[in-house]
């Protein structure tokens, strides 16, 4: 197995594009596991609703707040030291300018990672990152299922171009181990007995990133 102690004492970061179900992964690992949850909270970002009336004017204001949020989300769990025990996490913390690139114009991209820089803080890296990824039809299918009220000025063109940005970003991704999950036909919330059998699948990796789709 790649990864190199017990699930139970892991930090296993689930990401995902808009609606593929990776928070309700997180919380059935973290219950399965009997681990830490950290989830991130959309809802207390006062820009968000906003951001979706409109995108281009708010969107520096709503990549901020998610920025010094996630910093101080992750600041408390260094100071309270819960790497004691597991930890499972629906984000990972570098998604932060994975939105940010497709967002912002470039002149507000270089302020961002102008402020990024000079409040960075020391994340440490997950142990495991598992990458829900799913056809664009499917995240639309589910993203429209769930309904959000602050969701609703989302647009097709939106949720892809953040779609097909997740799948650069993790096409290249090589800081960790990392699982790839096709959930085109693998739902965690219509199924939840397949945590057995991801946690099975995570057991059985033995390269750094590897691929798991369900063909039944």
């Known amino acids: ?3 190199n102690r017990p699930l139970e004492q892991c ?3 689930v990401e995902g594009a808009i609606g593929v179900g990776k928070t309700t992964l997180a919380r059935q690992l973290a219950d399965r596991l009997a681990s830490d949850l950290l989830q991130e909270d959309a809802s207390n970002n006062p820009f968000i ?4 009336q409109d995108m281009q004017r708010h969107a520096l204001s709503v990549q901020l707040s998610f920025l010094f949020s996630r910093i101080r989300q ?7 030291e819960l790497f004691t025990k597991g930890l499972i996490s629906d984000y990972l913390f570098a998604k932060d300018r994975l939105f940010a690139t ?3 114009s470039d002149e507000e991209l270089a302020l961002y990672d102008q402020v990024a820089r000079c409040v960075s803080v020391k994340i440490p890296r997950p142990d495991l990152v598992i990458y829900l990824q799913a056809d664009f039809k499917v995240i639309l299918e589910r993203a429209r299922k769930r309904s959000r009220p602050m969701e609703r000025g989302m647009t097709p063109d939106y949720l892809r171009d953040i779609a097909t940005a997740y799948d650069k970003f993790f096409f290249h991704y090589q800081e960790t181990p990392l699982l790839i999950v096709q959930t085109d036909r693998l739902n965690f919330a219509d199924n939840p007995e397949d945590i057995n059998t991801l946690i099975e699948r995570i057991g ?3 390269s750094g990133t ?3 789709a369900d063909h039944t």
């Open 1 to 3: 197995m790649v990864v």
């Open 11 to 13: 930090h296993i970061a």
């Open 49 to 52: 609703e906003l951001f979706y």
């Open 74 to 80: 992750w600041q408390g769990i260094h100071q309270q």
């Open 102 to 104: 497709v967002t912002l």
């Open 204 to 206: 059985s990796m033995r």
């Open 210 to 212: 590897e691929f798991w």
